[in-house]
């Protein structure tokens, strides 16, 4: 595997905050890998890492062969991070132009213009977007200059429908066309759509990463569901706990022997379900372990 992304034992602490604790995370070219856990989890700090905004403490992290922050690294680096800015007095075509010019073989501006639904507003200042529109823009330069690389830290947050799908249908002709692609998500479906790779993040840790289906077997392969409340006389750690639609939910990879155990500690059998554990499961189990 020709290695694009080298992150390796890697630890960052804000202070007395351990965001990121002996991580690694090797990327091949090609690949679209989807980085998911809850808030806090670390996923931004990873992200900051890699584009080369905050240092580790420990361990090392080299893209493209390079130091992040080589400015030949860069070159070929397109990022969209969480908090975005733009120069105020430029127009929408202005900026995608003025970011483009960074780049060896950017894409032309008409065309990133279109396939990133920006056509209409391309005289506009920024003040003048929407939320939408504004990360809209953000995720088009990320993309503007055609780079190897490039990496979304949560792209897709505040978009309507229509704009997540022209997103994904941009990402996936991105991949085609062999770029590679680092992704932070909150959304199940949309890493499920885009990678075939996942990299589950809990309290700064990476717990799982690999095909989601196998991401979600290393946490749980089933969602033992009931309703009422927690029983006593199980053996459920409380850290594996959380709440679904309405429903106490659980996951393991012992689903019968744990239908049993809940229906001899007195839960109603008939509330009892166990079905195969989706991320969404996943995310809400890890969310409730960070909070004990
Ligand atoms: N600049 C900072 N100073 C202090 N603590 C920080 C700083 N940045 C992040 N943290 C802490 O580091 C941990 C990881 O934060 P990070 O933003 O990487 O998580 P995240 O998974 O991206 O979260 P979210 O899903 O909410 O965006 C959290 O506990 C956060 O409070």
Redesign the pocket.
């Known amino acids: 595997m020709d290695a694009l992304i080298e992150v390796t034992h890697v630890s960052k602490h804000?202070?007395p905050?351990r965001?990121l604790s002996d991580v690694s995370l090797h990327m091949g070219r090609g690949e679209i890998v989807g980085v998911m856990?809850?808030?806090?989890?670390?996923?931004?700090?990873?992200i900051s890492l890699v584009v080369g905004l905050a240092r580790p403490q420990s361990g090392s992290v080299r893209v493209l062969g390079r130091d992040p922050l080589h400015h030949t690294t860069r070159a070929e680096l397109g990022v969209c991070l969480?908090d975005i800015d733009f120069p105020a007095t430029l127009t929408i075509f202005e900026i995608l132009r003025f970011v483009a010019a960074h780049y060896a073989s950017p894409i032309p501006t008409a065309r990133l213009l279109d396939e990133f639904g920006l056509n209409d507003l391309r005289k506009r200042t920024p003040q003048k977007l929407s939320g939408g529109q504004r990360r809209r823009l953000a995720v088009a330069c990320a993309f503007a200059g055609n780079p190897e690389l490039v990496v979304l830290d949560?792209p897709s947050a505040g978009l309507d429908i229509e704009h997540r799908s022209l997103l994904w249908q941009g990402i996936n002709a991105f991949a085609d066309g062999g770029g590679s692609i680092l992704i932070?998500s909150?959304v199940p479906d949309e890493v499920q759509r885009l990678s075939r790779r996942v990299v589950l993040?809990s309290q700064?840790e990476v717990v799982a990463d690999g095909p989601a289906a196998e991401a979600v077997r290393a946490i749980g392969s089933h969602r033992v569901a009931f309703a009422g409340t927690w029983p006593d006389g199980t053996s459920i750690p409380v850290e594996n706990r959380a709440t679904r639609d309405g429903q106490n939910i659980t996951l393991t990879n012992h689903a019968d022997s744990l239908v049993a155990d809940l229906a001899q500690a007195g839960v109603d059998p008939r509330s009892i379900t166990a079905t195969p554990a989706d991320l969404e499961d996943v995310i809400l189990i890890l969310a409730a372990r960070s909070r004990q």
């Open positions: 804000y202070g905050v965001a856990g809850p808030n806090g989890s670390g996923k931004s700090t990873l969480q949560e932070t909150h993040l700064g």
